[in-house]
């Protein structure tokens, strides 16, 4: 028997929202290129800037990430991508060496934002 993840996409705590940690899926639900940490970083922080869009809030809105990669090689890559991602906004940003919860995933990343 399946059970559904037992936590919330995002929880407010005051002016914090505290986004649960996202991972690349595709609208389909699959994970998003396997074997490409920069895209899946990209499809991770679209999916991150979804949301919090429902409580008015978008990426530059994000005060900390904590981001979790499951090859140090793959740091170079996934760091290209998340300052794109972000532009000239630098959150402060934890990353760790881990292994994630389904196959294929490279990075997951939460965020807590601040509302304005």
Do not use: C
């Amino acid at each position: 028997m399946s059970v559904a993840p037992a936590l919330s996409p995002a929880m407010p705590a005051g002016d914090l929202i505290f986004l649960s940690g996202q991972l690349a899926f595709a609208a389909d639900g699959a994970i998003v290129a396997p074997d490409d940490v920069a895209q899946q970083t990209e499809q991770v922080l679209a999916n991150l800037n979804r949301v919090p869009t429902g409580f008015g809030l978008d990426l530059s809105d994000v005060v900390k990430t904590t981001v979790w990669l499951t090859d140090t090689a793959d740091f170079p890559a996934f760091n290209a991508a998340y300052a794109a991602s972000f532009g000239s906004h630098r959150p402060a940003r934890s990353t760790v060496r881990a292994d994630l919860m389904l196959p294929g995933a490279r990075v997951e990343i939460e965020a807590v934002a601040k509302r304005r």
